[in-house]
């Protein structure tokens, strides 16, 4: 079924905050072309997307708006609910004691917190997404002073006298995980032994 309704009555089936939006988008569509907002209905927790082409009709080429209005709801509170896991995780990040640090498949750097930066150098602002790794491994190799291979992983004495263990692990689409996580103490502690030992 058809329904023809004016334009008031259109724009009051939208919220009272979207309706100048909306409603400015069409009178500009003439000139700027295409448009595609989000907008919220009046008294309903549903979020429209709405989408419309300028065109014209009849012999007097009357200038109309041909569209259509999409329910993106759902996929709105989909990305609401990814953008708070996203914000968990990033602070889950920030307050590890490890370094923690995601390459891609192509071995591009993709996520690292403050420990990382804090462990090799890297001043705030420094690191991108998307510096390949063997770049950041340049620079960051800056850091450390000598590296010993282990059972439990890679050890590094740092410039500064602290010591980590790191390791890397593979995920399921290809990429990669580097956790630092530091074992000065440990180490003081067995120097400390070996001294005692000696003596």
Not at 44 to 54: F, Q
Request: glycine share 8%; charged share 30%.
């Amino acid at each position: 079924t058809h329904t023809t309704v004016s334009m008031p009555q259109f724009l009051g089936l939208f919220s009272a905050s979207d309706r100048e939006r909306l409603f400015g988008a069409i009178r500009r569509s003439h000139v700027n072309g295409d448009f595609d907002i989000e907008l919220r209905l009046a008294h309903l927790p549903i979020y429209m997307a709405c989408r419309g082409r300028p065109s014209v009709r009849g012999s007097d080429q009357a200038k109309i708006i041909i569209g259509m209005a999409l329910d993106v709801t759902e996929m709105r509170g989909a990305q609401a609910r990814l953008q708070a896991a996203e914000s968990r995780l990033f602070d889950a990040l920030k307050s590890m004691t490890d370094s923690f640090v995601i390459w891609d498949q192509m071995d591009r750097l993709l996520v690292w917190n403050e420990r990382f930066e804090d462990f090799f150098g890297f001043r705030p602002g420094q690191l991108q997404v998307g510096i390949d790794h063997d770049t950041v491994k340049y620079h960051g190799m800056q850091a450390v002073l000598s590296s010993t291979e282990r059972p439990e992983g890679n050890e590094m004495e740092l410039r500064d006298g602290r010591w980590i263990r790191y390791s890397e692990t593979r995920t399921s689409d290809g990429g990669r995980v580097s956790i630092g996580t530091e074992v000065t103490a440990i180490r003081s502690r067995e120097k400390e032994l070996q001294v005692n030992q000696d003596a």
